[in-house]
């Protein structure tokens, strides 16, 4: 047996699905990771686990096919529902073998992408194009039509099965989810079938012993960063008027920002302003900060969840009555300094959206469940 897993960046195999990854070749299941951006620690990380890594260099439905057929691959694992992973889905299906996607963040309805994204990343965009040629030509469609679908979508932020009428067939096979909560969303939104849908929690919430074992800090507070520039959906100086707003309050409140950097932050953003960075530890403070980003229920769950709402960027429901939230600055300013005259821990409930997350052995053992009659 042999699985390819796909993802844009090589470091998403080893963030997202390396302990799964890491529990196949355990089992002594062959891997193979395809990638469109190169990542060196993830080569390394991978490669050490005996997985082969390759670049798509040249995308078509020829060369994926062929990919395909040569690694001899009986099934597809991948991490979301982007142009990328749909293309692959697409080439998996009329090959005949199954995919399995796994759940790795959250969804924001009516997503909006700044136009300047697609000049400023000119070789994406026209990866992207080429990724909707395959798909129209593994579903037997016109790319006129299926591009437009995905622009709707993407760029125009229309409703999945609004936008890409033909959703049923560029679907993944099964989706492992967050909880209950997310079947219901993945039903609605992109039209997957119940069946298709399981649950295998959040694997982050396995962390809210370890985090509370730890001595608080209590003049500190953790700043949960999201790639909101990075992936287009805001201004770069919407964000650093933000970030500035926060670095002198920190400043003149003698209250320090730890900065938890998502894998794709740019530090340029964050290295002027007074703030520690840290990669891989969320500290134990009295007070997590951000705006919608999945690791925060993971944090709400440890202490006090404050969120800051951007125009343009409405926080969802499950957030917001977990937690304080403001669209005013000031009101955050005055809100922060007022809590540390008195501070408390108070962690959120997140149990209907986020189940507790189900270990690597269990959830391979329901990958192969799900497809044995398949594989």
Not at 77 to 98: E, S, Y
Not at 219 to 237: F, H, N, S, W
Not at 329 to 339: G, H, K, P, V
Request: hydrophobic share 40%; aromatic share 14%.
């Amino acid at each position: 047996m042999k699985i390819a897993v796909y993802d844009v960046n090589l470091i998403n195999h080893m963030n997202y699905i390396g302990d799964l990854i890491k529990e196949f070749r355990a089992r002594n299941v062959e891997i193979v990771a395809f990638y469109d951006e190169y990542n060196l620690n993830a080569y390394l990380y991978l490669t050490e686990l005996g997985v082969e890594c390759i670049k798509i260099r040249r995308v078509s439905y020829d060369v994926i096919t062929k990919l395909f057929i040569k690694n001899n691959i009986s099934l597809l694992v991948h991490n979301a529902q982007r142009l990328g992973d749909t293309a692959f889905v697409c080439v998996a299906k009329t090959l005949g073998v199954k995919s399995v996607m796994i759940q790795h963040g959250m969804y924001v309805s009516n997503l909006k992408r700044e136009p300047s994204l697609f000049f400023l990343k000119v070789i994406k965009t026209l990866r992207y194009i080429q990724y909707s040629r395959v798909v129209a030509q593994a579903v037997n469609l016109p790319f006129l039509r299926v591009f437009k679908a995905f622009f709707r979508h993407f760029v125009m932020s229309v409703d999945y099965t609004e936008a890409i009428d033909f959703y049923h067939k560029i679907n993944s096979s099964y989706v492992l989810v967050y909880g209950e909560f997310w079947k219901e969303y993945h039903s609605n939104n992109f039209g997957y079938e119940k069946k298709c849908l399981s649950v295998i929690g959040y694997h982050e919430l396995l962390k809210v012993d370890l985090i509370k074992s730890k001595e608080i800090q209590p003049r500190k507070i953790c700043y949960v960063a999201q790639t909101l520039v990075e992936d287009g959906r805001m201004e770069r100086e919407i964000m650093t008027d933000f970030l500035r707003k926060l670095s002198k309050f920190s400043a003149k409140s003698n209250i320090s920002i730890v900065v938890k950097l998502h894998p794709r932050s740019d530090l340029t953003l964050y290295n002027e302003y007074n703030f520690e960075l840290t990669t891989d530890v969320i500290p134990h403070v009295y007070i997590y900060l951000g705006h919608y980003s999945s690791l925060l229920a993971l944090c709400g769950s440890v202490s006090n969840l404050f969120l800051y709402e951007f125009v343009g960027h409405k926080i969802p429901d499950y957030y917001k009555v977990n937690s304080l939230v403001y669209d005013d600055f000031s009101q955050l300013e005055a809100a922060l300094t007022y809590f540390f005259v008195s501070p408390s821990q108070k962690s959120s409930n997140f149990e209907s959206v986020f189940s507790i997350g189900l270990e690597p052995p269990i959830i391979v053992d329901k990958i192969f469940a799900l497809t044995s009659a398949e594989i």
